[in-house]
């Protein structure tokens, strides 16, 4: 195997995870949302309510998270895309 091919193994890998991660975050998020409209429940804060440099750390990486899927939605759903 060519170096190359190492790298874009890596590289789909490194990808993979940060689809994996950034749809984790989704779910977190849509979660927090829901329990909070239905139950006024912030699980966030439950969670990392002591630290509120993280909580807010959080729910940055929960935007960035929508962000990065919305833009790359069309390319990974298998639905949508134009393949």
Known sequence: MSKLEVLKLK??????????VAF??????GLNWGLWALF???????VVGSMPMVEKLVYILVGVSAVYIAATHMSDCKVCSKK
Do not use: C
């Open 11 to 20: 590289g789909g890998d490194l990808m993979k995870a940060l689809h994996m």
């Open 24 to 29: 984790t975050l989704l779910i977190v998020g």
């Open 40 to 46: 006024g429940f912030n699980l966030v804060n439950t």
